[in-house]
């Protein structure tokens, strides 16, 4: 896979073009243009991070902007074999709630048998309308859905493991048994559940690429600049939609 040399490409063809007396006719730069893509191969998925109502505006924890991700996966589907889609899916008082904490208040954090936790307002309550899926994701390609954070005591961002960092998901299994060497990550929220995924997915031997402007972030006292410096380090990729569609 190679990225970026885009500006200088299309600097080249256009010269190119020129230079032969075709001009830069709208067909034949659509089709150089499509030619510099990243291409997903039949190893690759999409992974949709929890874009899910209690995300977005209306929502119980809602990401500033988050309904803004959709049509952009949407877009993106499109261009994948495979899919993947998670959903933040927890018990009613499940310990990642303020509320289930005395004297807690929501974005405060507490220390929990397997770490420090931060405290979010009740979000993703199994089975109610804030946990649906967003109304206008439409991801029909979609082969799995992976729910997490169903278990009371243990919160999990990571689509593949607990916060316990024990519990897995399944995913990577799944993935594995399907062939899949790369990912790339979308959804909600950028600092949480996308990185914690991204990372995961990097240590676990997959190629994982994040799509920075299908994502949106919650930044939670600089979580977001502390989550790309962390995926950086580990080699987690930073791209853009536009370097795949
Ligand atoms: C998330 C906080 C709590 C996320 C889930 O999807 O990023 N964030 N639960
Ligand atoms: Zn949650």
Redesign the pocket.
């Known amino acids: 896979m190679k990225l970026l040399p885009r500006r200088q490409f299309i600097r080249n063809t256009a010269l190119t073009g020129m230079s032969l007396g075709l001009g830069t006719s709208a067909i034949w730069s659509t089709n150089l243009w499509a030619a510099n893509k990243l291409k997903p191969s039949a190893n690759s998925a999409l992974i949709a ?2 874009v ?1 109502n ?2 977005v505006s209306s929502g119980t ?1 809602p ?1 500033p902007k988050g309904e803004e991700v959709v049509p952009i996966i949407n877009a993106l589907g499109k261009v994948f074999d495979n899919v993947v889609i998670t959903q ?1 899916w ?1 018990t009613a008082g499940h310990t ?1 709630f303020a509320s289930s904490h005395v004297g807690k208040k929501p974005f405060e954090t507490t220390q929990l048998s397997y770490g420090q936790q ?1 405290l ?1 307002p009740d ?2 309550v199994q089975g109610t309308p804030d946990a649906e899926l967003h109304g206008d994701l439409k991801l029909p390609k979609a082969q799995v859905v992976i729910r997490k ?1 169903f278990n009371p005591q243990v ?1 999990s ?1 990571s689509a593949f493991k607990e916060a316990d960092r024990k519990s897995t998901t399944g995913l990577a299994a799944y993935l594995q048994a399907r062939g899949i060497d790369t990912v790339y990550v979308t ?8 990185a ?1 995924t991204a990372l995961d997915a990097k240590a676990l031997g997959f190629e994982t690429l994040v799509v920075e402007d299908a994502c949106r972030a ?1 930044d939670l006292n600089g979580s977001l600049e502390a989550a790309w410096k962390e995926m950086t380090a580990k080699g987690v990729k930073r791209i853009q939609s536009s370097d795949l569609i």
């Open positions: 991070v929890d899910q209690c995300f924890l990401v933040d927890h990642s931060v979010w979000h993703c954070g919160d961002y959804g909600l929220a950028t600092d949480f559940c996308v914690w919650i």
